[in-house]
């Protein structure tokens, strides 16, 4: 309920939004708006306010929305009204009001991000777990404990912002100067090569294939608590009970121990058990449970977990409101290129079509990040904005890039487009639109899928 709910509350605030543009600006230069409307269907409430042509409709399809203006193209219109038609009015304004709707967008990503600067985003710091060697971060010289200060000369606050900054660069697949300093406080300058990324990469965890790991602090095989009715429970397993082997195998971190029981599901794994002053064996058998489509063990035991040091790796980055605007400018203008790059390289097959996301995968950040506070929900609503922004100003007639397409050939050749080639437009749009649902769909069931 809570996905569905986030899901439909998104996409309900980002069309509103994304209309309301196309709305004010053709308000703005005099088209009769004859109707808004909040999804697409049967229209299931309706009203319209005193001294106003606009009727404002709910429809029974939330996942869209449309305003419908007064147009000689579409119906037959009364004398009187053809100066209030949209058909009528020159095409520079045309091509304002179509542009509108997705400059509404980023408008409302720049407020969003600029509030949540303001108000103070946490995160985690950007300090280097496991190097592996032979990875690029390897070969750059870059050592565990290191906290990424900059990138390219731009600060690095958080270990997202690191993320989101690599994968731009990894699109340009070129050499990353990292400026860092150590647990000392030393100053560290790394060269950092990215053109060994393959498109596959970026499929998945680029940043684990350049050999750059989220520090995070040593969890002991000791057991925190014990879920009730569980199968640790039933073998006599309790809080505080310190693991040192698992069928006969040393144990030094947690992960090793639920590694081993995620490997023998319904199979019998003897334990070594420190509890006191004694040492006790406990055999477990973990209880098969269907995991992304893979039959793992589980015995519904937790770790002890250090909250201080867990809670040192936490940071919280906030601007003042002038450096805050500065802030959401950047970050709205980098996501929208990071965007359109994905895009592009997708058309070239440079990048996978896996990338592709649909409304599946969308409904499904949408729950997590309204679980997990209203912090990460607005960050969740703010790059579906500028999503939204950019795909409707893609040159694909249907869309508002589309229409922009033949206003502009209108600008050029000096008379409107033919009606036989909105037509044809119109046929190409849908095909390609499907094209990319399709596609879009079938990842998200995938995604669902394999986990």
Not at 68 to 88: G, I, Q, T
Not at 313 to 327: H, I, K, N
Not at 392 to 400: F, R, V
């Amino acid at each position: 309920m809570i996905t569905l709910l986030a899901f439909v509350g998104a996409i309900a605030l980002l069309v509103v939004f994304h209309e309301y543009g196309h709305y004010w600006v053709a308000r703005r230069c005099g088209v009769k708006v004859l109707r808004f409307s909040l999804g697409f269907g049967n229209v299931i409430y309706r009203k319209r306010f005193a001294n106003s042509d606009t009727e404002w409709v709910i429809s029974s399809i939330p996942l869209g929305g449309y305003v419908k203006m007064l147009d000689e193209r579409e119906e037959e219109v009364a004398p009187e009204d053809l100066p209030y038609a949209f058909s009528r009015k020159p095409v520079l304004q045309r091509m304002a009001i179509v542009v509108a709707g997705p400059l509404a967008n980023f408008l409302l990503a720049i407020v969003l991000y600029w509030g949540l600067f303001v108000h103070g985003v946490p995160g985690l710091k950007p300090m280097l777990g496991e190097v592996p060697a032979g990875t690029p971060a390897a070969i750059a010289q870059m050592q565990p404990g290191e906290t990424i200060l900059s990138i390219n000369g731009e600060a690095i606050p958080s270990w997202q912002e690191l993320h989101w900054r690599l994968l731009d660069l990894a699109l340009q697949q070129g050499e990353v100067r990292i400026e860092a300093k150590d647990a000392s406080g030393t100053s560290l300058l790394h060269v950092l090569d990215m053109s060994g990324l393959a498109a596959k990469d970026l499929d998945g965890d680029f940043l684990d294939k350049l050999g750059l790991h989220l520090y995070q602090p040593v969890i002991l095989p000791v057991i925190g608590n014990v879920a009730n009715d569980s199968v640790a429970q039933r073998a006599g397993l309790q809080a505080g009970d310190r693991i040192l082997h698992a069928n006969g195998v040393p144990v030094q971190r947690w992960m090793e121990i639920v590694e081993v029981l995620r490997a023998h599901p319904e199979q019998t794994v003897q334990l070594d058990i420190q509890r006191g002053e004694k040492t006790l064996n406990i055999a477990v058998v973990p209880q098969a449970v269907v995991e992304s489509g893979k039959t793992v063990g589980k015995i519904g035991a937790a770790p002890e977990v250090d909250k201080q040091a867990w809670q040192a790796m936490f940071t919280e980055v906030s601007y003042g409101p002038l450096e805050a605007l500065m802030q959401s400018l950047r970050k709205t203008w980098e996501t929208t290129a990071i965007s359109l790059k994905m895009m592009g390289k997708m058309v070239t097959g440079e990048v996978s079509m896996k990338n592709l996301s649909g409304p599946i995968t969308i409904a499904d950040y949408a729950g997590q990040s309204a679980k997990m506070g209203v912090v990460a929900y607005l960050s969740f609503l703010a790059l579906i904005s500028i999503s939204l922004g950019v795909l409707n100003l893609l040159p694909i007639p249907l869309l508002d890039g589309g229409h922009l397409l033949y206003y502009v050939a209108e600008l050029l050749k000096g008379s409107p487009v033919s009606e036989r080639s909105w037509e044809i437009g119109q046929k190409i749009g849908i095909a390609l639109l499907g094209t990319l649902m399709v596609f879009a769909i079938y990842n998200d069931i995938n995604r669902f899928v394999s986990g």
